[in-house]
């Protein structure tokens, strides 16, 4: 089973930390009208970098998962439709509760633009995941297996910036067009 993250970009107005869409706060940028889901696609190595998730890489997180922020605007105001708890019942919530009592949603946490920028992406680490092939009982090959970990002498010297690739600078210069990096932070969950 795989695993995914859902991410939204907010940014902090006159005190408060509001979510980005496509009409946000009439900031100019490029992003606004493209995503408000920054880093959003199916990558093991990014996911282990943001919060730990499938760290098969072994490579040090930018910070361990630190919950659904307090003062997100968006993940304060109440649902809708309700939430439709374990047992079926709706009842009033927030946008912030349904996400924390999801069975399915984990690693839930935020990191300002400011954290992403200062990051020393030229650092080095060993990348242990490896892809092994893998074996039928009669010698014959089933398949690959691309989430092994590497023994000594296996795996690769390799930088968080090669590692993590373009798309991701690419969404941080997004990221940088809403504005101060202080003021600008990702909130983002992950499900298998």
Known sequence: MGCDIHSF???????????????AFGVE???V???N??????????????AGVRNYDHCEPISE????PDDSEYLNKEVEDG??????????????????????????????????????YDKTFWNRRITRTTYREDGSVSGSN??????????????YRENLGVGYFYELEML???????????VFWFDN
């Open 146 to 159: 691309g989430a092994c970990i590497a023994e000594e002498g296996e795996g690769t010297i390799v930088t």
């Open 33 to 35: 009208g493209k995503t």
């Open 176 to 186: 940088k067009s809403l504005g101060d990096p202080e003021d600008v932070r990702i």
């Open 9 to 23: 970009a907010e940014v902090r107005t006159e005190g408060k930390w509001q979510k980005v869409t496509e009409k």
């Open 83 to 120: 939430y439709y708890g374990p047992f079926g019942k709706a009842s009033p919530c927030t946008e912030k509760k349904r996400l924390e009592e999801d069975y399915d949603y984990h690693s839930k946490s935020w990191l300002t633009l400011k954290e992403l920028l200062e990051f020393d």
């Open 65 to 68: 998962p630190r919950g659904l």
């Open 37 to 50: 889901a920054p880093f959003d696609w199916r990558s093991y190595s990014l996911f282990a970098f943001l």
């Open 29 to 31: 940028s490029d992003y």
